[in-house]
Every structure is written in structure tokens, then in C-alpha cells.
């Protein structure tokens, strides 16, 4: 289940500064460009208060949360694609990543240096965009070529994989991403194959100061990157990355003082933690009870028995059946008991596509 999530950006937009926040891993910060030149990667929980209430009705000795990775990378300067800056080490090491959390400037600070000499979001964007396509249509022409010629012997899988390049090729031409694109379920399956980097999903992040934290649909630099997110159907999440990095030392008493003093619910980061968990199709179920209340995580889809692996192999290899419940019907009944007699535990067999927030037991014999 090892998925990362990579942060990507212009140099000096706040990546690093982001990724200390989320993983409180100190990652080396600069005001100059390239400050991170091998990528970072950390460990991050991921934030789910169904957690605390599991525990607060199924009592266990202490509650594990689920995890999952970020990478931070180094700063992308316009001609990577062509070698500049740290190009072909910038783009390889996004090619690694499962998803993308693209981190915008939004914010004005004369101390901080814009490699563009300016604030601009959707140049950033584009800048960043363009050179994931051109290395994209670089690969996809290399890739033509080598398809062709055997789709010409009437090769059909050769045939099938040259339709999806020359529908793939004209987007990349216009320095539009593949992920814009419409595909049905063999031509995605060909897509994958292809790892593209502008196939990725993505978030788009826009870096906000922090006066604009407890509101940043009004703040001109995010509506400008949520405008060019949902042109491309991607998320988009404002965060003060600095001020976040700020208050991830703090407990959690400190921590929701702060929130509340600057009128925010909760924290950017833990709605950025958890969309790009989703964005990686990864779900969550629960044990309770015992020694510890757990999150695990899954990927969508999975069944049962796959699931149960993610506990242990022998869980996979001598499944019987999943005892299961859903959170919202222990949240809504409180005790195990009750949902029994409410006829809401459910006995699940090797079919069984697991779903998120279901909290299992299982039943095994090797």
C-alpha cells in the first residue's frame, strides 16, 4: 500500500514549508532556488475523528492512526523539460508519484523571492503545466513511433495503444493535461500503462497568507487557481502553509485555540491530508476493541479478503468470513449490542467489496 503523494511547485512557492507542516519533518527551507535537491519524504497520520468516537464507545488501550506518504521535490524553473534547472531529476522523481499536490504563491511578501519577479498564479501554473506536457509529448511521439510499425503487422493490442497515443498527442500539443482527457475503461487501462505525468490526479494548493485563512474563497489569488482547477476538474485547497507549520508543534488544546482565534474550524492541512488520501483512491477501516482502536488503509475496491491481508497474510489466506459494522451505525446505536439487535451486524463473505468507515472483524483459519 505504499502510494505517495508528491509536492511539486515553482522554487520559493512554500513547498518544503508545507511538506514541514504535514510531516513535522524539518525539511531544509531556503529563500533560493533549488534549496531541495533530493526529494523528502515523510510519513503523515491521517487526521479521522471516527477514530476518538470508536474509542469513546469500544474501549481499547490506545487508538493507532493509518498513515500514508508525501514527497517533497525539488523547485521546477521553466525549460525543465529541456534539461534546466534540475529538470530530468525533477520530472523522474514526480514520475515516482502516484498523485500530485500542486502548491501555488498566493500570497505577497517582498522578503520571499519570486523566481517570475511577480505574483502570478496562473502563470505558475501554466509554467509548471507546460513542461509536464512537453515531456509527456516527448515520450508519447517516442512511443508512436515504436507502436506504429507493429500496428501496421495488424498487431492488435499495437492498434488499440495507437488510437489512445494519437487522442492523447493533440492535448499534449496544446500543453493541456492527459487527465483532462475522456477515456473509457480498456483506453484507461492503456493510459496507465503509459505513466504520464500529466495523467496524475492533483490538487492544486493555493499558499495563502494567513489574514486570508478563515476565508480564502475571497481572496484574489485563490479564486484565481480554483478557476483553473475546475477547468481541469482537479480539487483546489488554500492553506497558509507558513502559519500551519506554525501551530503543527502545538497540542491539540493549543492548536484549536489558535483555529478558533483566527475564526477557522479546522486546520487546511488536515483537509489537504485527507483529500489527497482520497485522491489516491485509499480508504479506511477499523478494529476495535482489545489491546488498540485502529485505522487501516485500503485501496477502493478491494474485497474482503484482500482487506483482511492488510492486517496479516494469514488473515488473506485463511479467510472464513468479515464480521462487520459501520461507523455510522455503531455512532448512531453506540454500543455493539445494540447494533446486533438492531440486525446491523453484517456476516460478509469472500465478496464482499469493503467499504469506508467500516469497522470488521475477521474470521480466519490457516
Known amino acids: 500500500m505504499s502510494l505517495t503523494a508528491g509536492i511539486v511547485g515553482l522554487p520559493n512557492v512554500g513547498k518544503s514549508t508545507l511538506f514541514n507542516a504535514i510531516t513535522k519533518a524539518g525539511a531544509e527551507m531556503a529563500n533560493y532556488p533549488f534549496a531541495t535537491i533530493e526529494p523528502n519524504v515523510g510519513m503523515v497520520e491521517v487526521p479521522d475523528k471516527r477514530l476518538a468516537r470508536i474509542q469513546e464507545l469500544v474501549p481499547a488501550k490506545k487508538i493507532v492512526h493509518t498513515t500514508f506518504e508525501f514527497t517533497d521535490i525539488a523547485g521546477l524553473v521553466k525549460g525543465a523539460s529541456k534539461g534546466e534547472g534540475l529538470g530530468n531529476k525533477f520530472l523522474e522523481n514526480i514520475r515516482q508519484t502516484d498523485a500530485i499536490i500542486h502548491v501555488v504563491r498566493s500570497f505577497e511578501d517582498d522578503n520571499i523571492t519570486s523566481v517570475t519577479g511577480k505574483v502570478d498564479p496562473e502563470e505558475d501554473i501554466n509554467t509548471i503545466n507546460l513542461e509536464l506536457a512537453i515531456s509527456d509529448l516527448d515520450a508519447v511521439n517516442r512511443r508512436i513511433d515504436k507502436v506504429k510499425k507493429l500496428a501496421q503487422q495488424k498487431d492488435k493490442e499495437a492498434k488499440a495503444e495507437l488510437q489512445v497515443l494519437q487522442k492523447i498527442k493533440p492535448v499534449l500539443e496544446e500543453g493541456k493535461a492527459v487527465r483532462s482527457i ?185
Open 182 to 366: 475522456s477515456f473509457n475503461d480498456e483506453e484507461e487501462k492503456i493510459v496507465k500503462g503509459l505513466f504520464l505525468l500529466t495523467a496524475k490526479p492533483v490538487i492544486y494548493v493555493a499558499n495563502i497568507a494567513e489574514e486570508a485563512m478563515a476565508n480564502p474563497e475571497a481572496d484574489q489569488y485563490y479564486q484565481i487557481v480554483k478557476k483553473h482547477a475546475d477547468s481541469e476538474n482537479a480539487g483546489c485547497i488554500g492553506v497558509s502553509a507558513a502559519t500551519e507549520e506554525e501551530i503543527a508543534g502545538l497540542d491539540e488544546d493549543e492548536k484549536a485555540e489558535f483555529l478558533e482565534a483566527e475564526g477557522v474550524s479546522e486546520s487546511g492541512l488536515d483537509r489537504l491530508i485527507r483529500a489527497a488520501y482520497h485522491l489516491l483512491g485509499l480508504r479506511t477501516f477499523f478494529t476495535a476493541g482489545g489491546p488498540e482502536t485502529r485505522a487501516w488503509t485500503f485501496h477502493e475496491g478491494m474485497k474482503a479478503p484482500q482487506v483482511a491481508g492488510v492486517i496479516h497474510s494469514d488473515f488473506e489466506r485463511g479467510f472464513i468470513r468479515a464480521e462487520v459494522v459501520s461507523f455510522a451505525d455503531l455512532n448512531k446505536y453506540e454500543t455493539l449490542q445494540k447494533v446486533k439487535e438492531a440486525g446491523r451486524l453484517r456476516l460478509e463473505g469472500k465478496d464482499y467489496e469493503v467499504q469506508d468507515g467500516d469497522i470488521i472483524e475477521f474470521r480466519f483459519n490457516v
